[in-house]
């Protein structure tokens, strides 16, 4: 394998300034180490996925290895909106298409089912993360997301979930606006404090023995007389399976596998505690939501007592201060009829988009696994590819993955993805203002 040669993505690896870092739970002490380390498996990228197939492996008798680059959550996981969504990217009708017979309804499943694989997660280990199991609601925002959120109640209805079609005041009450006319509720949702909840999953991972060591940047992932050898600094970590779980993050490590996706930042926002009156009005049974747009707005309030929105324009670049104002004008046209809104936080990081929209489980190499792709829905989806990873590494037959193996593809053109960002943004916020 290829020494990674550039740093993440250029970002600093402090951790970002965020409502999260605020106000999550202690970081948990981690591992340092010089000289040789032996594992049965070396997982590179301590996000959710890396992070729950450690615990998943380690609860076995598996002696697990995870290095990163920064420290647990600094990545996507510790930095989005916190809302846990069910279901892939696509709906369950065009994955049926994609992939006909068995292997679509698995896959259909396998996102069903992601929620409920984080709530159990935190139930079983007391994980301290603010869990909120109270759903998820997803409004229209335009005349095509109306027949969008038709067409995603009935089919998940008619797949066994007890959803719900919401419209006029009902839908109003629920979330605090009258911005949307219909709408419809999903009970597998909720949300979480994301970093608290990859520090919790980084602190049971210790619990059962696995050793976290960060920050250690992986510049080598070779196979050297049948054993992997990762090379971080001074460690070098020496193991029969290899596990990567960089998300977004990926460099030359793999490859090909960082021009397999795009990586595009978005951003959060978060206000000052809200006065009590705005906190009784927005989304006051616990809800959290995210609309229609093609740049996704996402809302919800944190434990606090904070509106925090998230999305609502991408770019592939550092800076996110074009999108806070996107962002600070949409919280208005929702809520700004019940009075001030004044913002304190705002952050933002990557997420890896796949060509097709679906996550992808990659074998490059022998007793190699490596998945990517959760394209914005990365809290369950990526919670739920780690389990599968590391039931892979254990034997699972790869037909009997609920996630297909795939070969690492490559995004066309993709030397110009900023360009291509930035022209897919401006053309998404044009159909969302045409409707």
């Known amino acids: 394998m290829n020494t990674a040669t550039c740093g993440l993505l250029g970002e600093s690896l402090s951790l970002p300034t965020s409502l999260w870092a605020a106000s999550g739970i202690a970081a948990p002490a981690l591992s340092f180490g010089q000289g040789g380390e032996k594992a049965d498996v070396v997982i590179i990228g301590a996000g959710f996925t890396g992070l729950t ?177 990762a090379r971080a600094g001074d460690v070098q970590v020496f193991a029969s399976h290899a596990v990567v779980a960089t998300g977004a993050y990926a460099e030359h490590l793999v490859p090909g596998l960082r021009t397999s996706f795009v990586p595009v930042r978005t951003a959060q926002v978060a206000t000052r505690p809200l006065p009590d009156t705005l906190r009784r009005a927005i989304l006051p049974r616990g809800q959290v939501s995210s609309d229609t747009r093609q740049l996704l707005t996402s809302f919800r309030l944190s434990p606090d007592g904070r509106l925090v929105m998230g999305g609502s324009g991408a770019t592939a670049g550092l800076d996110h201060r074009g999108i806070v104002p996107y962002l600070h004008r949409a919280g208005q046209e929702l809520f700004g009829h019940l009075g001030q809104l004044e913002w304190e936080y705002h952050w933002s990081g990557y997420f890896a988009v796949t060509s097709d929209h679906l996550p992808h489980i990659h074998e490059p190499a022998p007793k190699l696994q490596v998945a990517v792709g959760c394209n914005g829905r990365g809290i369950a989806l990526s919670t739920s590819l780690g389990k599968v990873l590391a039931d892979r590494v254990l034997g699972v037959p790869e037909n009997a993955l609920p996630v297909p193996v795939t070969a690492i593809g490559k995004v066309p053109f993709h030397g110009l993805r900023g360009l291509g960002v930035k022209a897919a943004t401006i053309y998404k916020r044009l159909q969302d203002q045409l409707g």
Not at 162 to 173: F, I, K, R
Not at 195 to 216: C, E, N, Q, T
Request: proline residues 5%.
């Open 53 to 229: 197939a450690a615990i998943h492996l380690a609860e076995v008798g598996l002696r697990c290895v995870v290095l990163d680059a920064a420290q647990p959550g600094w990545g996507a996981s510790g930095r989005n909106n916190g809302q846990v969504i069910a279901g892939l990217k696509l709906d369950p009708d065009v994955i049926e298409q994609i992939y006909p017979g068995e292997a679509g309804r698995k896959l259909v499943q396998f996102g069903s089912d992601a929620p409920a694989e984080v709530w159990h997660l935190i139930q079983r280990f007391g994980i301290d993360c603010d869990c909120n199991h109270r759903g998820w609601i997803q409004p229209a925002f335009t005349r095509a997301g109306i027949a969008q959120v038709k067409a995603r109640h009935e089919a998940w209805r008619q797949r066994g979930v007890d959803t719900q079609w919401l419209e006029g005041s009902e839908l109003h009450a629920l979330l605090g606006t009258r911005k949307y006319g219909v709408g419809w509720f999903d009970p597998r949702g909720g949300s979480i404090q994301p970093l608290s909840y990859a520090r919790g999953l980084a602190r049971v991972a210790i619990g059962l023995g696995v050793r976290i060591m960060a920050p250690a940047k992986v510049e080598k992932l070779s196979l050297e007389a049948r054993q992997w050898v």
